[in-house]
């Protein structure tokens, strides 16, 4: 399957944007981007220290990331970015207009404890507070779907396939 969209795979850390995205770009036979490779080191580095990012240490992340979408115009890709906030999704559909949304959702606890076993990622298990009270999930102009995260990898790209192709047709 290949599609034309662009898609971004968004949500909290630790509901697997890294897993999930690379999973549904090869279902749909684009190219993926990680997200947090978008990101300056002063921002890595923040995080690291569990610092959390302000909207001004965004704006070059988010503007780097719409680069990358504007460069896949027409010809598909899906990218990771974490995208929490309605105004750091209207600055990624600005630089890429026809952007389309994964929003990886889970239950805090489920996350939490997925975010305690992997290794090696620079983003802390104490700023999850932070990244949910930022969250402001989609909304209904806003083109994308919500895909809960509970079962096996496979299963949730399995769901977030399905329901992109039940947003806008089969992506072919």
Known sequence: MNTPHVVVVMGVAGTGKTTIGPLLAARLGVPYAEGDDFHPQANIAKMS?????????RWPWLDAIGDWAQSRSGLGGVVSSSALKRSYRDRLRAAAP???????????????????????HFMPTALLD????????LEPDE????VDVTGSPEEITERAAHALEELAGPLE
């Open 49 to 57: 220290a569990g610092v959390p990012l302000t909207d001004e240490d």
């Open 98 to 120: 026809g952007l389309v949304f994964v929003h990886l959702t889970g239950d805090r606890s489920l996350i939490e404890e997925r975010m305690s076993h992997r290794q090696g």
């Open 130 to 137: 932070s990244q949910f009270a930022t969250l402001q999930p």
């Open 143 to 146: 083109p994308g779907v919500a």
